[in-house]
């Protein structure tokens, strides 16, 4: 069983900074990727960053500059640091994650989401 949970979200004015935390727990082998999405209200859910265990990202070029990711592997946890926050980047943030389990020689990767968590920026 593996659960991905969220912190740091809440409500802040527009050029704010929020962090956001994401630990995975369980029974975890190993996890290739992890990071954020995010959907806005009535909007489909986007990508916001993603970073595999080695470091490599994936972003969304429009946060560039604003937005940080990083990740401590021995913790399971993703960060990201957002700054210069917009009303704009209002949305429910949702970590996810690609991982192996243990319990088996070779286990698949399986998808995981956190149950997500609100960030609202006020103008």
């Known amino acids: 069983q593996v659960q991905l949970v969220e912190s740091g979200g809440g409500l802040v004015q527009a050029g704010g900074s929020l962090t956001l935390s994401c630990t995975a727990s369980?029974?975890?082998?190993?996890?290739?990727?992890m990071g954020w999405y995010r959907q806005p209200p009535g909007k489909q859910r986007e990508l916001v960053a993603m970073i595999t265990s080695g470091g490599n990202i994936n972003q969304e070029d429009s946060l560039k500059g604003r937005f940080t990711i990083s990740r401590d592997n021995a913790k399971n946890t993703v960060i990201l640091q957002m700054n210069g926050l917009k009303p704009e980047d209002t949305a429910v943030y949702y970590c996810?994650?690609?991982?192996?389990?243990?319990?088996?020689?070779?286990?698949?990767?399986?998808?995981?989401w956190g149950q997500g968590t609100q960030v609202t920026v006020s103008s």
């Open positions: 996810n994650a690609l991982l192996r389990t243990t319990g088996s020689a070779s286990s698949p990767l399986y998808n995981y």
């Open positions: 369980g029974s975890i082998a190993s996890i290739d990727v």
